[in-house]
């Protein structure tokens, strides 16, 4: 079966460290999102992509980075993490433009010391 | 700037009973509406939908209303199931197929 998944599960990082989250769906879906949840938040937009080599910023991108080498894969990197990105991490793919449904992975449950 | 949010973060309901969970939303332009519910430890999952120039949608036990005129969302379930506890987020589409969420109604299911 299809599927996206994400790893690790957990991690716990000191602050400064370069951190990557991975994200792998294997529906071939052209659009894949990053968000974050925090209580009181709901759901944030990290960045997103629309496909090979597309990125784009979303609400909260500021100290985070994404590449996108192939359709399968968009990893999340923080570049130099703060105890301020202590969250859990959601990747979630669209087949396309026209689609409102969209599969999330697992999750990741950041914590940053 | 614009967000979708909820009126009521946690729900109480009768095992059989309806539930029915409120969302408000600000941002006109958006051309579609989705529920989602999220289980404990796991990622958000696709509810049902409806699109803007709609005010009603149904699907198996539950039931979407959308009032545009006070920018009213609403999600309706029929015989509320203990698999039903859940948080659900109301979510809106915006330009270029991206979700904007709701902050997350917990609701809990009593036997």
Known sequence: DAEITQSPRHKITETGRQVTLACHQTWNHNNMFWYRQDLGHGLRLIHYSYGVHDTNKGEVSDGYSV??????????????????QTSVYFCASTRDSTSTEAFFGQGTRLTVV | ???????????????????????????????????????????????????????????????????????HLSLQIAATQPGDSAVYFCAERVAGNMLTFGGGTRLMVKP
Request: hydrophobic letters at 30%; glycine letters at 6%.
């Open chain 1, 67 to 84: 590449s996108r080498s192939n359709t399968e894969d968009l990893p999340l990197t923080l570049e130099s993490a703060a105890s301020s």
């Open chain 2, 1 to 71: 700037g614009e967000s979708v949010g909820l009126h009521l973060p946690t729900l109480s309901v009768q095992e059989g009973d309806n539930s029915i969970i409120n969302c408000a939303y600000s941002n006109s332009a958006s051309d579609y509406f989705i529920w989602y519910k999220q289980e404990s430890g796991k990622g958000p999952q696709f509810i049902i939908d409806i699109r803007s120039n709609m005010d009603k949608r149904q699907g198996q036990r539950v039931t979407v209303l959308l009032n545009k005129t006070v920018k």
